[in-house]
């Protein structure tokens, strides 16, 4: 099992651009997260997923767009990226609701915006 | 004021001390999340505890539910548990559920 795959580890876009970040799971997991983490604030919400077809506003949406197609797939949007969206981006996946299920983690994204 | 709360925010501690972190949440939970960021950037889950202890290997976390307090210790320290420890609550809402996180502690262990 590869487990969290994250797709591309690292970019860098200039002011306006866009750009789709993937994550995919073989763990057959329901829910599904894209996190951001930035120095001295630790990982921040963007949106999740509790289900194929599902999506829901996390502490941090704005600027991001998330779809879920398929079970296995999230993908998080920068419809036009600034320079605040600058930071590292993990994805993880959970087998489903429940406070004691282990969320497994994605090798995260390094997206530098200029 | 975050629904979880670490200190400290740095350690550096010598190889072979005993290490204590701690962890303080605003939130009603049944069970609280420890996780271990690697110097690389993987995140890894540590444990998920609901009373009293547990352990694994040098790590042992505990926690307090009616004090709503977490404590990962780590014995006999090594160059090899330098990394970022999380902690982290689960929070349920009408859309799902969801983990918040701790700001986390930067541990570096000297030889």
New interface residues.
């Given amino acids: 099992n590869a487990g969290v795959t994250q797709t591309p580890k690292f970019r860098v876009l200039k002011t306006g651009q866009s750009m789709t970040l993937l994550c995919a799971q073989d763990m057959n997991h329901e829910?599904m997260?894209w996190y951001r983490q930035d120095p001295?604030?630790?990982?921040?919400?963007i949106h999740?997923s509790?289900g194929e077809g599902t999506t829901?506003k996390?502490e941090v949406p704005d600027g991001y767009n998330v779809s879920r197609l398929k079970k296995q797939n999230f993908l998080l949007g920068l419809e036009s990226a600034a320079p605040s969206q600058t930071s590292?981006y993990?994805c993880?996946s959970v087998k489903g609701?429940?406070?004691?299920n282990?969320?497994?983690?994605g090798?995260?994204t390094r997206l530098t915006v200029l | 004021k975050?629904e979880v709360e670490q200190s400290p925010q740095n350690l550096t501690a010598q190889e072979g001390e005993f290490i204590t972190i701690n962890c303080s949440y605003s939130v009603g939970?049944?069970?609280l999340?420890w996780?271990q960021q690697h110097p690389g950037?993987?995140?890894?889950?540590l444990f998920?505890l609901?009373s009293g202890k547990k352990k694994h290997g040098r790590l042992i976390a505990t926690i307090n539910i009616q004090e709503k307090h977490s404590s990962l210790h780590i014995t006999a320290s090594h160059p090899r548990d330098s990394a970022v420890y999380?902690c982290?609550a689960?929070l349920w809402?009408t859309?799902?559920?969801?983990?918040?996180?701790?700001?986390?502690t930067q541990l570096t262990v000297n030889p």
Avoid: D, K
């Fill in positions: 829910y997260y001295g604030m630790g990982l921040r919400l999740y509790v829901a996390g590292v993990f993880a609701p429940g406070s004691y282990e969320q497994f983690f090798p995260g | 975050n939970i049944s069970a999340h996780l950037g993987g995140i890894v889950s998920m609901s999380i982290a689960p809402e859309s799902g559920s969801r983990l918040t996180f701790g700001e986390g």
